[in-house]
């Protein structure tokens, strides 16, 4: 019996190979899968491309809605940064593929999915936790890991099976894009050294050549999550789309750091997340406004932890649920706008105004007239420094003693 096979499709050299590859490495039929997640191809294309290729058949998937309410959202209300630089743009589309691709397996009663990730990346944990996660009684193959092909090989294979070169096959660079990022891997950026060429860069301008004029963008947030900016509602791709525009037009998004894979490698990292950077900034400086100190301090802890798990393929694991029922209860105090500052490749947040703010102007302000009763503050400070004076007190007892 012919095994049918669903692929997650791209439409690059890789992919290509791996249709053929796993057409006649198994026996099998191959369905292949693209999902749109913002990432600005051709879906047209890429089907074609896909059935000229012996695809048994297509799907072509505009999850970009999805992506948006169901997976970066979690992650603004989650502050999700990892290692402190990353906004984990592209581990937060991988269980979203994963997903689909069992979902299509199911209907086409494919007994495997395969992907085309790296035994070195963190991408193959990511689909392959998840696919398990939901379909255990399903093989995750993946073809990178089976056939050790060099790039010179893969072209080899694709002129001998009839596969479409891309033109840009020889770039040197490796790109990864949706709503939330794009990342920029390989060629001279293997060099942690060495700055990034401008020419990797497509979403973001270079503060040199950003507008000599700084520009202002209040963004509002409704139980977390960002609905208007300047005082105009936005549909959640929509809104994400235009500050990615605005604030790369600004030369605002670009990070570059040193990042702990997975697996254990050390990679030198480069993405382009306007909206992101923006967005999270914002959203983090209203939370100050709205959440006690002690829930922000807890929160932050809450934050990293989720971001880890995330970045770690964990997606699908009853903690990273536990997190969202704690930070979800945090959210629903978050309400109110934040003005942001975009010149030159900064951003600055220079106003905040919320109807549920704990800052009280009357407690704040440093005018005489002020309802805080300053004489409160000897008898705070004196049991503040209780623990303190006492610990400094046996100290210097001990020094004496030892005389």
Same mark, same amino acid.
């Given at each position: ?11 690059g ?11 006649q490495?198994y026996?099998?039929e191959?369905?292949?899968v693209t ?5 600005r ?9 896909a059935?000229?290729l ?7 998937i505009?999850a970009?809605?999805?992506?948006a309410?169901k997976?970066v959202?979690?992650?603004i209300?989650?502050?999700a ?6 906004p984990?743009?592209t ?7 994963a997903?689909?691709?069992v979902?299509?397996a199911r209907?086409e ?7 085309g ?7 193959q944990?990511?689909?392959?936790v ?5 379909a255990p009684?399903i ?9 050790n092909?060099?790039r ?5 294979f694709?002129q ?9 096959h ?16 390989c ?11 401008e ?6 301008v270079?503060?040199e050549?950003?507008?000599d004029k ?7 947030f409704e ?11 936005m549909?959640?791709v929509?809104?994400i789309e ?6 790369g037009k600004?030369?605002v ?7 702990d894979r ?10 382009e997340?306007?909206?992101?950077q923006v ?6 400086d209203?939370e ?9 301090s807890?929160?932050h /802890?809450?934050d990293?932890?989720?971001s880890?798990l995330?970045y ?8 990273k ?7 979800d209860?945090?959210?629903?105090r978050?309400l109110?706008?934040?003005k942001?500052?975009?010149?030159k490749g ?11 703010s704990?800052?009280d102007?009357?407690l704040?302000?440093?005018?005489i007239e002020?309802k805080f009763? /300053?004489?409160?503050s000897?008898?705070?400070i004196?049991?503040?420094?209780l ?5 400094h ?11």
């Amino acid at each position: 019996m012919t095994r049918k096979i669903v692929l997650a499709y791209s439409g690059g050299l890789d992919t290509s190979v791996m249709l053929k590859w796993l057409q006649q490495k198994y026996n099998a039929e191959i369905i292949t899968v693209t999902l749109d997640v913002g990432q600005r191809e051709n879906l047209r294309a890429i089907e074609k491309k896909a059935k000229d290729l012996g695809a048994l058949r297509h799907y072509s998937i505009d999850a970009k809605d999805e992506f948006a309410e169901k997976y970066v959202f979690p992650a603004i209300k989650a502050n999700a940064l990892y290692e402190g630089k990353y906004p984990v743009s592209t581990a937060l589309s991988r269980p979203l593929i994963a997903e689909k691709l069992v979902e299509v397996a199911r209907k086409e009663g494919a007994d495997a999915v395969a992907h085309g990730c790296s035994g070195k990346g963190n991408d193959q944990v990511r689909i392959e936790v998840t696919a398990k996660a939901l379909a255990p009684d399903i093989e995750v193959i993946a073809p990178v890991r089976e056939w050790n092909m060099t790039r010179d090989e893969e072209i080899k294979f694709a002129q001998e099976n009839e596969i479409p070169i891309p033109v840009d096959h020889d770039k040197p660079y490796s790109i990864d894009q949706n709503l939330w990022g794009r990342s920029i891997e390989c060629g001279v950026l293997e060099y942690p050294d060495v700055e990034p060429p401008e020419e990797i860069y497509e979403w973001t301008v270079s503060p040199e050549e950003a507008p000599d004029k700084p520009e202002y963008v209040t963004i509002r947030f409704e139980n977390g999550i960002p609905t208007a900016i300047n005082g105009e509602e936005m549909k959640p791709v929509e809104l994400i789309e235009t500050l990615n525009s605005i604030a790369g037009k600004h030369g605002v998004g670009r990070i570059d750091h040193i990042e702990d894979r997975l697996v254990g490698i050390k990679s030198r990292e480069v993405y382009e997340c306007p909206a992101a950077q923006v967005i999270i900034e914002a959203h983090k400086d209203l939370e100050k406004m709205v959440l006690t100190r002690h829930e922000i301090s807890f929160k932050h /802890q809450v934050d990293a932890l989720w971001s880890t798990l995330v970045y770690t393929g964990l997606w699908m694991d009853p903690l990273k649920e536990d997190l969202d029922a704690f930070i979800d209860s945090t959210q629903k105090r978050v309400l109110g706008e934040v003005k942001v500052k975009l010149y030159k490749g900064g951003l600055h947040v220079v106003g905040r105004s919320s109807p549920l703010s704990l800052y009280d102007l009357n407690l704040a302000t440093y005018n005489i007239e002020s309802k805080f009763d /300053q004489k409160s503050s000897k008898g705070f400070i004196d049991l503040w420094g209780l623990p303190t004076r006492m610990a400094h007190a046996l100290k210097r007892r001990r020094e004496e003693s030892d005389v």
